[in-house]
């Protein structure tokens, strides 16, 4: 099953959303498997999705959720050309401000461990203006990298995702409607990280908030994000560091404050250590007109 693996690095990319066009193919596409949930919109044309040994035929509008660790493969179904999109997220990113906000990790879960919880969608069972509307709007904000684009996706997800939890509540998948607790597994540490990167953390203290013993949480959390969990904490301080660059004008030691680095000198190694340049000369090369 490793050789089936496939490397999603979300920390830099923390959502992926593209069109998949049989005209610009010429590898044919093998099953594979991630640790991120995956969505499929038809556009155009038959593909036959291939998921944990079952094998549907999608047309124009129907959408499928492939759940994180489903083996899976899309192939056509005819000569005729076709297209799809694809987003692929971590569910963990999807996170409420209050207690009451459904857990739209725990809610795909639910769906996961159902047997009634459908996973591929017929278009007259979803809305379609809606998926479709997500769909683009991932896309062109991932292509194009404007300023909130994230916060664009993020919505975006939320919002089909919502929809997706209605029509499994309508099947009677979900109990409890996917409300947050107050515990916290290995999956969703990476939501903890980022709400609570500007503070200081313990890899320690994390493996701990897992339940874990902390050689146990290192080695799965380098198995499902690729990289351990300290170079992970400093990704999310950089990449955050690397938005108020851009799009602020707040100096260093502001922005060190704000991300969780010590000071400015730790600011400065480790943005360099992870980008290559210093933030001053990585701003210079950014800088919009």
Sequence with gaps: MSQLYEHIDTLNSPYEAFLVDSRNINDPPRPHWHYYAELLYVVEGDVRVDCNERSTVMHVGD???????????VVPDASAPYRYGVIKFD?????GSRNFTPNLRAVAEQARRSEKASILFPAETIDGALFSRVFETCISELANRRYGSDLMVYASLCELMVSLARIWQAQGVLTGAGRATGSEGIDSIVEFIDEHSSEPLLVENLARRCGMSYSNFALKFRQMYGRSCKEYIEL??????????LFTDLDLTAISMDTGFADCSHLIKTFKKWKGVTPKQYKLQNSRS
């Design 236 to 245: 999310v301080r950089v990449s955050k560091a690397e938005n108020l660059l």
């Design 63 to 73: 959408f499928a959720f492939l759940h994180a660790q489903a083996i899976h493969n």
């Design 91 to 95: 569910l963990s990113r999807l996170t």
